[in-house]
C-alpha cells in the first residue's frame, strides 16, 4: 500500500524503527479502555508486536499502517489475515490516540483498513470482520457506517474475553 492522505490524516506502512511508535500507541491506557488485556507497559512486548506485524507484510504484502496528522501520530489501522473459529479472516483494525477521538477520524481509519483489505491478494472465500469487545459501542459504530453487518453467530472467546464480530464479504 503507498502512503496516502485522508482529510488531514496521512498514512504509512509500518516499518522496522516504529517501535517507540508502537508502543506509544499501545502503552497508552485510554487506547486499550476495550482492550482485554489492558495497556501494553513492557516495550519489548510492543517490539515483539511490531515484529509480527512486519512478518505479516513480508508474508502477504499489505498490513498496518501508522496513521498521522502533519508530523504527530494519531493511529494505527490495517488489516491482516487471520483465523477466527476455523475460518480464514481478513482482521480490521484501527486505533487512534485519546487526543484524536470525536473528530470523526477513526472512520477514516476504518476505511482505510477496509481499502487495505479488499485490495489485499485474494485467498479463496476472504471474509473481512471487524471483531471487537460488546462494550465497544464506537467501534461498532464506525463498523456499521462502514457497511460491515453484525454477525452474532460468529461471536465467540479467545484468550478468556468475549468477542462480537461484524463483517462483509471481500467484494462490496
Known amino acids: 500500500m503507498q502512503d496516502g492522505l485522508v482529510r488531514s490524516i496521512w498514512f504509512r506502512a509500518i516499518s522496522r524503527g516504529d517501535a517507540a511508535?508502537?508502543?506509544e500507541l499501545h502503552s497508552d491506557p485510554m487506547t486499550n479502555v476495550n482492550n482485554p488485556f489492558g495497556a501494553s507497559l513492557d516495550v519489548r512486548a510492543s517490539e515483539e508486536m511490531l515484529e509480527g506485524?512486519?512478518?505479516h507484510w513480508k508474508d502477504h504484502a499489505f498490513g498496518y499502517e501508522l496513521a498521522f496528522e502533519g508530523d504527530r501520530l494519531?493511529?494505527?489501522c490495517g488489516?491482516?489475515?487471520d483465523r477466527w473459529r476455523d475460518i480464514p479472516v481478513i482482521n480490521l483494525y484501527w486505533r487512534?490516540?485519546?487526543e484524536y477521538w470525536g473528530k470523526g477520524l477513526a472512520g477514516d481509519l476504518g476505511r482505510h483498513a477496509l481499502d487495505i483489505a479488499r485490495t489485499a491478494p485474494?485467498?479463496?472465500e476472504d471474509l473481512i470482520v471487524a471483531r471487537m469487545r460488546p462494550e465497544n459501542v464506537g467501534s461498532a459504530r464506525v463498523a456499521e457506517k462502514l457497511g460491515l453487518t453484525r454477525r452474532s453467530d460468529l461471536d465467540g472467546e479467545m484468550s478468556g474475553a468475549h468477542w462480537i464480530l461484524y463483517a462483509v464479504a471481500r467484494v462490496p
Do not use: E
Request: charged fraction near 10%; glycine fraction near 6%.
Open 96 to 98: 487512534l490516540l485519546p
Open 21 to 23: 511508535l508502537v508502543h
Open 122 to 124: 485474494p485467498l479463496a
Open 53 to 55: 506485524w512486519l512478518q
Open 79 to 81: 488489516a491482516r489475515r
Open 74 to 76: 494519531a493511529g494505527i
